[in-house]
Nanobody
Framework: QVQLVESGGGVVQPGGSLRLSCVAS????????MQWYRQAPGQQRYVVAT???????LEADSVKGRFAISRDNSKNTVYLQMNKLKVDDTAVYYC???????WGQGIQVTVAS
């Protein structure tokens, strides 16, 4: 069983930045891809960024150039650096490991002036 714990969310003004962290435990972290999803009220959850086991990153078009996913295998942690935040980025953000099907508990990000 894999446990995923997110941190780093909060309230930020438009144009601001946040960095989300997700610490994994219970499985060899470095062998598996990791993802960040988000879900806004009344909308479906969808993937915003994926990073492969060997560090290749892919971000959704809606966040490309503003968000960056990265990982530190020595800390069993995946990050989502979010810059130039917009009101539309407001959502609950989830960390996900596809190989195990595990999800974090979710963390709120609110972008408001």
């Amino acid at each position: 069983q894999v446990q995923l714990v997110e941190s780093g969310g909060g309230v930020v003004q438009p144009g601001g930045s946040l960095r989300l962290s997700c610490v994994a435990s219970g499985r060899i972290f470095s062998d598996y891809a990791m993802q960040w999803y988000r879900q806004a009220p009344g909308q479906q959850r969808y993937v915003v960024a994926t990073i492969s086991a060997d560090g290749r990153a892919l971000e959704a078009d809606s966040v490309k150039g503003r968000f960056a996913i990265s990982r530190d295998n020595s800390k069993n942690t995946v990050y989502l650096q979010m810059n130039k935040l917009k009101v539309d980025d407001t959502a609950v953000y989830y960390c996900h490991q596809p190989a195990s099907g595990s999800w974090g508990q979710g963390i709120q990000v609110t972008v408001a002036s």
